[in-house]
């Protein structure tokens, strides 16, 4: 069996999808959904938990602006929104911290229950996957929230 293509040498998925005669992308989702339906629940709740984590984030410049626009204005300082806002500011941020710990709970929880019921032990996919499980829905969630609060500025 050859492993050239033409002048340059095949990659390594290139030799394995020649020595197996068929493509490896093929159904990966379909073959990844079973591993991870034992912790769907975990994952959908740190999905949830993020979301609403950036929903607090994207929150403070809003109460900023508002006590910019309407709290300091020339004839007269509205202390008692600016007060409002203070709170606001004050609980947004340690909802945020609240929120993240939350998530790293239930993302480790996650990839704890994936790695004793689902895979073996001594396998290195199973490390793999579970690292996957306890970061990539947090890291979907924040970028999900951030494309729809970015197309939502776009359009103003």
């Known amino acids: 069996m050859n492993a050239f293509r033409g002048d340059s040498a095949l990659s390594d ?7 197996s005669k068929r493509s ?7 073959r990844l959904l079973p591993l991870i339906a034992p912790v769907w ?10 979301l609403v984590q950036v929903l607090a984030i994207f ?10 626009d309407r709290g300091l204005r020339q004839a007269a300082i509205d202390a008692r929104l600016i007060l409002w806002a203070c709170v606001g500011l004050a ?3 340690g909802l945020r911290f609240v929120l993240g710990g939350l998530s790293q709970y239930c993302a480790g929880t ?8 689902c895979a ?5 996919m199973s490390s793999a996957l579970a690292s996957a499980i306890s970061t990539a829905p947090r890291q979907a969630a924040s970028s999900l929230a951030l494309i729809a609060m970015s197309t939502r500025w776009s359009r103003c």
Do not use: H, M
């Open 91 to 93: 609980a947004t941020w």
């Open 120 to 124: 073996p032990a001594s396998s290195p």
């Open 24 to 30: 490896l992308n093929q159904g990966i989702t379909s």
């Open 110 to 117: 996650a990839a704890i229950r994936f790695s004793t019921t």
């Open 41 to 50: 629940q975990p994952i959908a709740a740190v999905i949830g938990i993020e």
């Open 13 to 19: 998925i290139e030799l394995e999808e020649k020595f």
């Open 59 to 68: 929150t403070r410049p809003l109460l900023l602006g508002l006590v910019i």
